[in-house]
């Protein structure tokens, strides 16, 4: 983190681009030092072999510091992308920043340690028992400063950890079996007709209980626990932007209404034991929904 003045303290957390770069330094040194001794092992008697894997470990250094190189070229002096200011918290790299949470929206903070994961994070506590998406810490040092800063300039009590707000409205029990594949874009549904038309209930439900998150909160969900088989979870949430991970189904209301009223038509006008829907929800990639209809 550099140094910073008393009304503004800012750092930098990897994009994605950058994971992926650094994560292809190691990659491509190990190909080149895979190549380079298969070929010497191939080119070279058995006698020279040793010579080989010098030479293979050779390259592999080589690669790895001009990778090394090229990565500090392109992203190390790339500006931060973190800040806190008196007026509020903004992400993206400035001017132009993605999104902004104003101070007046923030109640308290919390860190968290995951010392599992090697990771701390931000939580900003806002009104109405929304929290922050977790917002990632690189350094203790960034840690201790950003809790300092938030205690001094900004006089907010730190919060307990671990979560001490709840993002659920309820939890429903329902007969169905539901599994995601979020890389895909699928959900597979399994339940009677009965059990699935509550769960087109239960999605239709969610659309107009929960409210929108501010801008960066996390959504708050809806659980639905199936009973079918050795059990899940589904999470119904209400967000800005439509997406799925292993648990959630995340989407506005209007487009988690089209879920739901997509299911029951299928479910009304088909009598088919297993039926697909694709809905074009907006994303870059439309959600595939695997219904199996068992125990009609």
């Known amino acids: 983190m550099t140094a910073e003045p008393a009304d503004e303290l800012a750092w930098r957390v990897p994009t994605s681009a950058e994971l992926g770069a650094r994560r292809r330094i190691y990659q491509r040194a190990i190909l080149t030092g895979v190549?380079?001794?298969?070929?010497?092992?191939?080119?070279?008697?058995?006698?020279?072999?040793?010579?080989?894997?010098?030479?293979?470990?050779?390259?592999?250094?080589?690669?790895?510091?001009?990778?090394?190189?090229?990565?500090?070229?392109?992203?190390?002096?790339?500006?931060?992308?973190?800040?806190l200011a008196r007026d509020g918290f903004r992400w993206g790299n400035a001017p132009e920043s993605s999104g902004e949470i104003s101070r007046p929206q923030i109640k308290a903070f919390r860190i968290e340690d995951h010392s599992g994961q090697g990771s701390t994070d931000l939580v900003l506590i806002l009104q109405d028992d929304f929290e922050s998406q977790p917002i990632r810490l690189p350094e203790k040092e960034v840690a201790e400063r950003v809790r300092e800063w938030l205690r001094s300039t900004w006089s907010l009590e730190e919060s307990p950890s671990p979560r001490s707000t709840s993002v659920g409205i309820r939890t429903l029990r329902l007969p169905i079996y539901a599994e995601a594949h979020p890389d895909r874009g699928e959900w597979h549904w399994e339940g009677s007709t009965i059990g699935l038309k509550s769960l087109a209930g239960a999605i239709r439900s969610a659309a107009e209980e929960l409210p929108l998150p501010p801008a960066g909160a996390q959504p708050k969900v809806l659980e639905v626990v199936g009973t079918r088989r050795d059990g899940s979870e589904l999470l119904i949430a209400v967000d800005r932007e439509p997406w799925l991970d292993e648990l959630t189904m995340a989407a506005p209301p209007e487009q988690l209404r089209k879920v739901a009223d997509t299911l029951e038509?299928?479910?009304?006008?088909?009598?088919?034991?297993?039926?697909?829907?694709?809905?074009?929800?907006?994303?870059?990639?439309?959600?595939?929904?695997?219904?199996?209809?068992?125990g009609d």
Not at 267 to 288: K, N, R, V
Request: charged fraction near 20%; avoid cysteine.
């Open 35 to 83: 190549a380079f001794t298969i070929a010497l092992f191939v080119a070279l008697k058995p006698a020279w072999w040793p010579l080989g894997l010098v030479v293979g470990g050779a390259s592999a250094a080589a690669m790895a510091a001009w990778q090394a190189w090229q990565f500090r070229r392109k992203y190390a002096q790339l500006p931060p992308n973190m800040r």
């Open 265 to 294: 038509a299928a479910l009304e006008s088909s009598e088919a034991a297993e039926f697909e829907l694709e809905l074009d929800l907006g994303d870059q990639h439309p959600w595939s929904i695997h219904v199996h209809r068992k």
